[in-house]
């Protein structure tokens, strides 16, 4: 390097250091000071270059590097000052504590926090309380109580995670695969009439793709009482999705199996994209050209479930219904893919304010 370069050089170093003085930064002159006069900060380096330049040259430039450290040390050191001043009672400083701060990232909940919560509102204005349950539960809860005899080809519906425990009873122990379970853990803690609902993860040992996870979200509902009927699950599952989409939005019910409940239903909704146009052309992909958006599982409590808690089916009757949380996300805020829900991706998650 020649003498000029290295006028050149120290001129720059000390340019960008006075703009970075200039912008205060707030309360961290440590790290001005590393950077430039640092070990291997940039002024540092810079006399170090010294060395291979002639010894005539070296003497003035040496004399301006040293100037230049003298100038900005004390710059660092008065800087120093203000930020230590700022924090002791007696300060000495132009700081305005009485002037708005600087535009700060306001958090926001996950979309499906704010989806839960909701539910749970919705819920509560109909008069359930929230129930609690476990993600790890054995075997009697999630499958055996709720009407699933071991060997039942329908426990082939939910493929499950099994954990490296055993209950009571000697079975493996397992992730929750649906929220169900907490129909049984909430009849066995209390008598009827009842009505709870809960809201919570569950697992299934299924690929990762648009629509599937390992690990999702459930709503469960769960109501008995005396003379409660499919009329009365009719009812609640609508004002259910009125009170979430809208009172545009129409239900209905179809015929389905899932053994903890008879007769038992898939609960539809009306497609809210397409609004279920009158004929195929006028209908959409999401809800694949019927009109109808399938949401929920439902139906009357049967008979073995109410006898397993004790409660007696000749003079209880009750309703349970259920759904996954990513889907009404999905819905809601128009996500495509439900994996987009769990990449934090800030575009996805900054929706909910
Ligand atoms: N637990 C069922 C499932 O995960 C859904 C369901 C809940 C069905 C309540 C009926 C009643 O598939």
């Known amino acids: 390097m020649n003498a000029a370069t290295w006028k050149e050089k120290l001129s720059a170093i000390r340019d960008s250091f006075s703009v970075s003085i200039a912008q205060k930064p707030a309360g961290n002159p440590g790290a001005l000071e590393l950077h430039y006069l640092g070990r291997k900060g940039e002024l540092a380096l810079l006399l170090r270059d010294l060395k291979d330049i002639p010894l005539e040259e070296r003497k003035e430039l040496g004399a301006l590097g040293n100037t230049a450290k003298q100038e900005m040390e004390a710059k660092l050191s008065e800087l120093k000052g203000a930020a230590a001043g700022a924090a002791g009672p007696a300060a000495k400083t132009d700081l305005d504590l009485t002037l708005p701060g600087w535009p700060f990232p306001k958090g926001s909940l996950h979309p499906l926090t704010h989806v839960m919560n909701r539910l749970a509102e919705g819920f509560l204005k109909l008069g359930f309380t929230m129930a609690d349950g476990q993600l790890i539960e054995d075997d009697y809860h999630n499958f055996e109580a709720l009407n699933f005899p071991p060997f039942h080809p329908a426990r082939d519906m939910q493929d499950t995670f099994y954990v490296d425990a055993k209950d009571q009873l000697g079975k493996p122990m397992l992730l929750r695969t649906h929220t169900s379970p907490v129909q049984i853990r909430s009849m066995e803690k209390q008598d009827p009439p009842l009505r709870v609902f809960h809201t919570g993860r569950v697992f299934r040992s299924e690929a990762v793709d648009a629509s599937h996870s390992f690990a999702f979200h459930q709503i469960e509902g769960l109501y008995v009482d005396k003379g409660v009927s499919m009329a009365d699950l009719k009812w609640t599952a609508d004002a259910f999705m009125k009170d979430l989409f809208g009172s545009a939005v129409k239900t209905r019910f179809n015929p389905s199996y899932f053994p903890f409940v008879e007769p038992g239903a ?79 991706d800030l575009r996805v998650l900054k929706q909910v304010q």
């Open 266 to 344: 898939e609960v539809d909704m009306s497609c809210i994209f397409c609004k279920g146009g009158a004929n195929a052309a006028e209908r959409c992909p999401v809800c694949k050209g019927t009109g109808w958006l399938e949401l929920m599982g439902a139906g009357m409590v049967h008979p073995n479930v109410l006898k397993g808690c004790k409660y007696d089916p000749e003079k209880w009757s009750g309703f349970a219904f259920g759904g996954g949380i990513e889907r009404f996300a999905m819905l809601l805020y128009g996500i495509s893919d439900m994996r987009m829900l769990y990449e934090n």
